[in-house]
């Protein structure tokens, strides 16, 4: 069971926003920068977002990270087919001296 | 180009030993984190533990520790994920990445990832 907590699925529209919620504590989201990774079947993660809100050279800026408290989001406007992917957030707890890992969410384009 | 191309698949039995291997080029290897990533079969990413090749400064997260051995080589750049006893459920793929840091999951570059199967 995962310490971050991530919704299993989210689904959107080509063009809509959605947004992909991460839950943690103050031990990790809660003092600690927030990282976003996607996945396709069969490949690597990638880096989708550094440090809470950060893109990365090459990211999109329809990708946007934010957070609060103990808690962060992944946005994703102007939904496209490509971004069906898997999407995990991720930060370092400063309790468990380990990188957490939220379950991932799976985002379908519909 | 920085690259980390890992080994290939490996099929072993319960109990086996294996060594897998990711080699870097592109970049200085002694100046990077590299970290392993572990994934199971349709599940979630996790840390297994870094090591920074300059001095083979290891962190292990708590989960795997005294489960898999990580190591590097400066001569020929590349990283190490072994096991002396293997289990079932070590069955997963394996990615190494990677980091500036060792307490920060910030994983700029991948492994393409070995897929390591355990049955018997």
């Known amino acids: 069971q995962s310490v971050l907590t991530q919704p299993p699925s989210a689904s959107g529209t080509p063009g809509q926003r959605v947004t992909i919620s991460c839950s943690g504590g103050?031990?990790?989201?809660?003092?600690?920068?927030v990282y976003w990774y996607q996945q396709f079947p069969g490949t690597a993660p990638k880096l989708l977002i550094s440090?809470?809100?950060e893109r990365p050279s090459g990211v999109p800026d329809r990708f946007s990270g934010s957070k609060s408290g103990t808690s962060a989001s992944l946005a994703i406007s102007g939904l496209r087919s490509e971004d069906e992917a898997d999407y995990y957030c991720?930060?370092?707890?400063?309790?468990?001296?380990?990188?957490?890992f939220g379950g991932g969410t799976k985002l379908t384009v519909l | 180009e920085v690259q980390l191309v890992q080994s290939g698949a490996e099929v072993k039995k319960p109990g086996d030993s294996l060594k897998i291997s990711c080699k870097a080029s592109?970049?200085?290897?002694?100046?990077?984190?590299i970290g392993w990533v572990r994934q199971m079969p349709g599940k979630g990413l996790e840390w297994m533990g870094i090591?920074?090749?300059?001095?083979?400064?290891?962190r292990y997260s708590p989960s795997f520790e005294g489960q898999a051995t990580i190591s590097a080589d400066k001569s020929t750049t590349t990283a190490y994920l072994q096991w002396s006893s293997l289990k079932a459920s070590d069955t997963a793929f394996y990615y190494c990445?990677?980091?500036?840091?060792?307490?920060?999951?910030?994983?700029?570059?991948w492994g393409q990832g070995t897929l390591v199967t355990v049955s018997s």
């Open positions: 990445a990677r980091s500036e840091y060792a307490s920060s999951p910030i994983f700029d570059n």
């Open positions: 592109g970049y200085a290897f002694t100046t990077y984190w």
């Open positions: 090591i920074f090749p300059g001095d083979s400064d290891t």
């Open positions: 103050s031990s990790n989201i809660g003092n600690n920068f």
């Open positions: 440090r809470d809100n």
């Open positions: 991720t930060s370092w707890d400063d309790n468990l001296l380990t990188a957490l």
